[in-house]
């Protein structure tokens, strides 16, 4: 059993930058020489996410404006705390959580055909953000 560690770079405009990163996961599997297993992609950092959706552009629209409803931006204790102004950025990150396991087989991702693997960036402000492939097979 093989353990092989990549990472994605990319940048973000944060406030619900939605970034489909299925393309970047495939290739790195590709040159991770493993053809059956598991890969975990994982978000270090406390205001982004990673999930899957259609990537189209109503739906992308439609999850932004769902997060606006659910965790306006606003007065939250950690603002207070900190005096920044992310802590929905943080809520809304914890609603999805800091990492996605996909199974793959025959050096391809076992997705739907309408199902994609994206990056979320909550955080307000553009940022660099590295993502971290953990692929589990053989």
Same mark, same amino acid.
């Given at each position: /059993?093989?353990?092989?560690?990549?990472?994605?770079?990319?940048?973000? !405009?944060?406030?619900?930058?939605?970034?489909?990163?299925?393309?970047?996961?495939?290739?790195?599997?590709?040159?991770?020489?493993?053809?059956?297993?598991i890969?975990?992609?994982?978000?270090?950092?406390?205001?982004g996410?990673?999930?899957?959706?259609?990537?189209?552009?109503?739906?992308?629209?439609?999850?932004?404006?769902?997060?606006?409803?659910?965790?306006?931006?606003?007065?939250?204790?950690?603002?207070?705390?900190?005096?920044?102004?992310?802590?929905?950025?943080?809520?809304?990150?914890? /609603?999805i959580?800091? !990492?996605?396991?996909?199974?793959?087989? !025959?050096?391809?991702?076992?997705?739907g055909?309408?199902?994609?693997?994206?990056?979320?960036?909550?955080?307000?402000?553009?940022?660099?953000?590295?993502?971290?492939?953990?692929?589990i097979?053989?």
């Amino acid at each position: /059993m093989a353990v092989i560690t990549k990472k994605i770079s990319l940048e973000s !405009s944060g406030n619900c930058d939605i970034i489909n990163i299925t393309g970047s996961v495939s290739d790195s599997l590709l040159d991770a020489g493993i053809g059956h297993g598991i890969v975990t992609i994982f978000v270090p950092g406390a205001t982004g996410a990673v999930t899957t959706i259609e990537f189209e552009p109503g739906l992308v629209k439609d999850l932004a404006e769902v997060f606006d409803k659910l965790i306006p931006s606003g007065h939250y204790h950690h603002d207070a705390t900190w005096h920044d102004d992310n802590a929905h950025s943080h809520l809304r990150a914890s /609603m999805i959580g800091p !990492s996605l396991t996909v199974p793959f087989r !025959s050096k391809a991702l076992t997705l739907g055909t309408w199902q994609q693997i994206v990056f979320i960036d909550f955080d307000t402000r553009p940022r660099r953000r590295e993502l971290i492939l953990q692929f589990i097979g053989e």
